[in-house]
């Protein structure tokens, strides 16, 4: 079985500040990662994703997330938010070696407020 | 290149009414997956087409059914509406279903249902 968890609701950082959205997963293999982004009554939006490779992956719009084995986490980190960052986070996590049509399994999602 | 579309972006139904929601992949994606969003509950998976068959279904009631067209195109039915049926309904995309691809999923805009 394959899950994943976002410990926060909700994440506030002050424009400018480093942020970061947590995420950790549960997998019998070895993952594939994601991470989406909701702005307000839009779909998600595809920001990165770790398949394998180097641990630090660089997405879209300056975020970047660092996939650590270890601790079976690969959090979502942004060097200076942005107040137009402020959107629903989800993290996302297939195993990849389920084979067949195992499905994505989404996290709860992550609201992240940037304060100006 | 067009991205995953949706009709309609609204629908108001009554208890006991069917809904039918539609959805168009980008051109060359073959999967389609459909998701429930209702409020505070993150994403819920439903359904997974692929190359026309449901490949893998969510955890909700028979009521809730699709198909695949031979364009891919994708079509959502919930038949005897229930109030809390009334949520986000989205719909992706992705290029590969199934075997060990990553397959990363592109979002449609949504379809916003009401059961009054």
């Known amino acids: 079985a394959q899950s994943v968890a976002q410990p926060e609701d909700q994440v506030n950082v002050a424009e400018g500040n480093p942020l970061t959205v947590k995420c950790t997963y549960s997998?019998?293999?070895?993952?594939?990662l994601f991470w989406y982004v909701q702005y307000p009554n839009r779909g998600l939006q595809f920001l990165l994703k770790?398949?394998?490779?180097?641990?630090l992956v660089k997405g879209s719009y300056g975020f970047e997330a660092e996939f650590n084995k270890s601790q079976t986490s690969f959090h979502l980190k942004k060097p200076s938010a942005l107040v137009s960052d402020s959107a629903l986070y989800f993290c996302a996590v297939r195993d990849r070696y389920s084979g067949g049509y195992q499905k994505v399994t989404f996290g709860t999602g992550t609201k992240l407020q940037v304060i100006p | 290149e067009a991205g995953v579309t949706q009709s309609p972006t609204h629908l108001i139904k009554t208890r006991g009414q069917q809904a039918t929601l539609r959805c168009s992949p980008i051109s060359g994606h073959t999967s389609v997956y459909w998701y429930q969003q209702a409020l505070g509950l993150g994403l819920q998976f439903l359904l997974w087409y692929d190359e026309g068959e449901e490949r893998n279904r969510g955890n909700f009631p028979p009521r809730f059914s699709g198909r695949q067209f031979p364009n891919y195109s994708s079509e959502l039915n919930v038949n005897a509406l229930e109030l809390e049926d009334s949520a986000l309904y989205l719909c992706a995309s992705s290029l590969f279903g199934g075997g060990t691809h990553q397959e990363t999923q592109y979002f449609g805009p949504g379809t916003r249902l009401l059961v009054l």
């Open positions: 997998v019998s293999g070895n993952p594939y």
């Open positions: 770790y398949i394998t490779g180097d641990n």
